[in-house]
C-alpha cells in the first residue's frame, strides 16, 4: 500500500505564475488536508476535503488559493498569481474517518516545497 | 476556539536522559485524539505516538510514552534513553470530530526543537 503521494517534491515559480500542488492519498482515504509550513515554523491548517466536497476550509487564504480533491485523481492545491510570501513547505495528509473507537492518525506525504522568485 | 500550546521553543538533553516536551490544548469537544509527530532535518513527518480522550491509560511506544492529564488539558511526550538521532522537531497535534457529522478538525502546535547532546 503506497503511502501519501505528493508532487512535485519542489516547485520553483516566478511571482504572477500558478503552482499547482498534486496530492495523492493512501488507497482508501476519504479525507485529505493541506497545510501549509513556513521555515522554523509549525503546520498551518488550510483546508480539509473528502472527495468532491470541500469540508472546511478556514485557514485558506481568501484569494488566490484554491483546493479540491475529485472523484477521481489526486487532490489539487492551487495557488494563483504567486507571491513571495507564498513560498513555503505544502504538506498534504490523508486518513481514513474517525470513529469513537479507533482515532486515526493522519498519513503524511513528504511535502512540496514551493519558491518563489 | 481549539488551540494547541507548545511553551519550549527549543529543548537540550543529554544522550541517555530522559526528555519531556509539553503540550497543553484547548478544546470543548467531548470526543478528541492527542498525537505527537517528529519532524527530522529531512522535512517528513513522522508519527510516534496517540492518546484518545476516552483513554484511561497513558499511552506508550517504544521509548516514547504519552503524560495525559485530561483534567488538566496537557499531553506531554515523554522520551526515554535520548538518542542522537531524537534531534528534530517535535510537534503535538490534536483531532476532533463529530460523530455523525462531517466535521472532523487536525491542528498542530508551533513545535519543540530538541538537541540531543553526546
Known amino acids: 500500500n503506497a503511502g501519501v503521494m505528493q508532487n512535485p517534491r519542489h516547485l520553483v515559480r516566478r511571482r504572477g505564475q500558478e503552482a499547482r500542488l498534486r496530492c495523492s492519498p493512501m488507497?482508501?482515504?476519504?479525507?485529505v488536508y493541506w497545510y501549509r509550513q513556513l521555515p522554523e515554523e509549525g503546520l498551518k491548517f488550510m483546508v480539509y476535503l473528502q472527495k468532491e466536497n470541500i469540508i472546511d476550509e478556514s485557514g485558506m487564504p481568501k484569494e488566490r488559493f484554491s483546493a479540491e480533491f475529485p472523484k477521481e485523481g489526486p487532490s489539487i492545491l492551487r495557488i494563483q498569481q504567486v507571491v513571495r510570501g507564498d513560498s513555503a513547505a505544502y504538506f498534504c495528509a490523508s486518513s481514513p474517518p474517525s470513529d469513537f473507537a479507533t482515532n486515526e492518525k493522519l498519513f503524511f506525504g513528504s511535502g512540496t516545497q514551493l519558491s518563489v522568485l | 476556539a481549539q488551540k494547541i500550546t507548545q511553551t519550549q521553543p527549543g529543548m537540550f538533553v543529554q544522550e541517555k536522559e530522559a526528555v519531556t516536551l509539553d503540550c497543553t490544548y484547548d478544546?470543548?469537544?467531548?470526543?478528541?485524539?492527542l498525537f505527537w509527530y517528529k519532524q527530522p532535518s529531512s522535512g517528513e513527518m513522522i508519527f510516534l505516538i496517540y492518546q484518545g480522550s476516552y483513554d484511561e491509560q497513558n499511552a506508550t511506544e517504544g521509548r516514547y510514552s504519552l503524560n495525559f492529564q485530561k483534567a488538566r488539558k496537557s499531553a506531554n511526550l515523554v522520551i526515554s534513553a535520548s538518542q542522537l538521532g531524537d534531534s528534530a522537531m517535535y510537534f503535538c497535534a490534536m483531532r476532533s470530530f463529530w460523530m455523525g457529522t462531517s466535521y472532523d478538525k487536525v491542528i498542530f502546535g508551533p513545535g519543540t526543537s530538541l538537541s540531543v547532546i553526546p
Open positions: 488507497k482508501g482515504h476519504s479525507h
Open positions: 478544546t470543548s469537544d467531548q470526543s478528541y485524539g
